[in-house]
C-alpha cells in the first residue's frame, strides 16, 4: 500500500520507519517547499502533489497547519483519513472548542475575542486569572498570553489587538484558567469499523511551553476509564480513523480536556519502546484497514525531548534500556530535534537509569529533568 | 555518519531501519546489478560504488559472497569492517575451517576434497557417516550431499565431480557427521576496544535446510558461558569489529561449531523485538565506535521465517506481541519474504499466543511449526 502523509517532518519519518517492516510504502508532502519527498531519506520524489494524491492509496497528515486548499483537495480524493474536518479541528482552536461542546466533552469555560467589547466580556463573564490562545497556529507555548488581575488587562489588550493586526484569519479564543495538578494525555486509535484502542496516560512535563518529558502516568482505574470515556465519545463523534491525542488537565482524579491533536503525538513517542504496537504504526493500522494490535504497556518506560542540540554525549547509548531517535533536522534553538526513550523492568530501575541519564546531560541544554525525576 | 553496505536485501534494509534513529545514513551496493542504492527505498543514488567508497565513513557486508575485487577495493579504502578476512572466511568454508583451528576452537573434523583420492582419503580418515559440503556460496542447505554408507560412495563422488567440474573455484569440505541433539546460535558483538557484547543463545530449527523458526534457547548459565568464551576466542583472533554470527551443534551440553557468519544473521531476528539494542543497530553501533549498549533479553521471544510466500492473514496483526517484518521483495518458491516476531510476558503466555498464530498459518507454507510449538 502506498501512503502520502501532509508534512514531512519527524513524525512522517517515524511513521515510514514503523511501516516499512509492513510493506508500506510513505512519501510525504513537503508544504514549505511544495515537494514531494521519501519520508525517511527526504530525497525528492519526482512527481507532485496532485500526482502523489492520484498515486496513494491512502492520504493522512502529521500536522494540522496545512493551507486549506490542499486539504479540500486531499479530502475530494476520498482517501483522506483522519480526513480535513479533523485537521482543521486541530488547527483551529474555534472549531476545536465547538467540537467539544458537540460531543459533550468538559474544557475550560471559553470565549471567542475578536475585538475589546469580546475582550472585555470574556473577562467579565469568565473571571480572573484567564488564558488567551490564538485560535490558529502556535502550539508549543507561542501566542498565549496570561491576564491575572484586572490592572493588566488594558496593556494586555494592545498586545492582542497588534497581534490580531497583524493577521486577519486570526481570532483569540479566551479560557478560564485552570489550577490543574498535572497534565496528562491519552493516545489511541480508532478504525473505520469503530474499533477503539488506546495506550496507557502519559503524564507530561513542560518546560517554557514545550513538551520537555513523557511517562506512562501513574493513573488509578478510575482515571483511565474516565480518559477512554472521553476518548471514545469525541473518536466516535468525529467517526474518527486514525490516531488521536488527547491533552488533558487533571484536576485531582478529574479530567478536563485542554486540547487534541488529530495526529500522532509527541507525548506518544514512548510507546516506540514502551508499548506493543507503537502509535506511528497505530495509526498506519487504523488508516490502512489493518487490525489495530494491541497498545498495552511492555514496560515502564519514559521520553526526554532533545531541544535545540544535534549531539548528547555518545556515553548515554551505553545506559542499559535507552535508545536515542534523531530527527535528521538541522540545529535551530528550540527546535525538536530527537528524543530519548528510556524503559526498564520496573520503576526503581528506571529510577536509577533515569538518574545516570539525568548526570551525562547538560542541566541548560535539559533544564528541570530532576524535577521529573522526583515524581516517578 | 555515512554507512555503505555490501549487499542490498533485507539485512541492509533493516540496518538502514535501526540505524536511522541514531542519524546514520544508510546506502547499499546491489552486487548483482551494481549499483548503489537508498536502504530502504531501493530508490538508485546518483553515484557508483567507487564514489560510495570515497564518501563513506564506514563500509560493511550484508553477505560473504562479494567479489573478491570488491571486497580488495573496499579493504584498501580503509574503513571496512569487519574486513575482508572475516568476509572470505564466511564465504569459504575451507578457510573458515582454517580460522577455527587456528583460533583453537572445536568444529566437526574435516578434510578438503578436489579429486577422488582425496574423496576416499576422507572416508578412510573421517569414517562414516560424511557430510560434504561445498567450499563457496551454498548456505541454506544448498551444495550438501551425505554419504551413510561405502555403497553409496560411487554414486556420490559422481555427483560431486560434475558438481567441482561445473565450477573450478569450488572445493569440498568432507565433514565428520555430528548427531547433534540441537542446533543453536550465538550472535553479538565486539568493538574496536575489544568489548564483547553477546545476545542469549538461540535455539534454531530447519525445515528442508532453511531456517524456519528461532526462539531465545532453553540453556544453561554453563552453557551460555561456554558459548561465550568461544564467541570471544574467534572474535579476538580475527580481531572482529561487528556483529557475529556463530551456529553451534549442541551435543548435550557440549558446543560444536558448524559454521560462523561475519554479519548479522537471520537467528538474532528475534532481537528486533526482544532484545534491547537489536542485533542490526548493535552492528552499526559496533562499526561506527558508539557503546554496545545492553544486548539482554526483554521478554520471552521468537521468530517465524516467511519463505515463498508474499502474504499472511491480515488477523495474525491482531495477536498480542506480534510484529510483521516484510522484506518488499518479490514473491520467489523459497525465497526469505519476511519474518515474524512474536513476543510474550511469560513462556506460558507466549505458547498460547504462538498456538494462536500456528492456527492462522498454512501448514504447507508454514510447516512444522508445530513441532517447535512442543519444545517451547
Redesign the interface.
Known sequence: MKILVLGAGQLA?MMA?AG????LQISAYDVNTDTVV?A??Q?KVAHGLTAAIANADVITAEFEHIPLPILDQCQQSGKFLPGAAAIKAGGDRRIEKQLLDAANVQSAAYAIVNTETEFQQAIAELGLPLVFKSALAGYDGKGQWRLKTADQAAALWQDIADFLAADTKQAIVAEKFIPFQREVSLIGARDAKGNISVYPLTENHHVNGVLSTSVIAQASVELQLQAEQIFTKLANSLEYVGVLAIEFFDLKQQLLVNEIAPRVHNSGHWTQQGA?VCQFQLHL?AICG?????T?E??PTLMVNILGEDTVP??V??????????Y?KTKRPGRKM?HINLSAANNTELKQQFNQLISLLSPTAFPQLDVMLKQL
Chains 1, 2 share one sequence.
Not at 317 to 326: D, M, N, P, R, T
Open positions: 519519518r520507519l516499512t517492516p509492513l510493506n521519501d525517511i531519506s530525497q506493543e493500522r489493518l487490525p489495530l494490535g494491541s498495552h511492555i514496560r555518545t556515553e547509548l551505553a545506559i542499559a534500556g535507552l535508545q536515542l531517535h534523531w535528521g530527537g
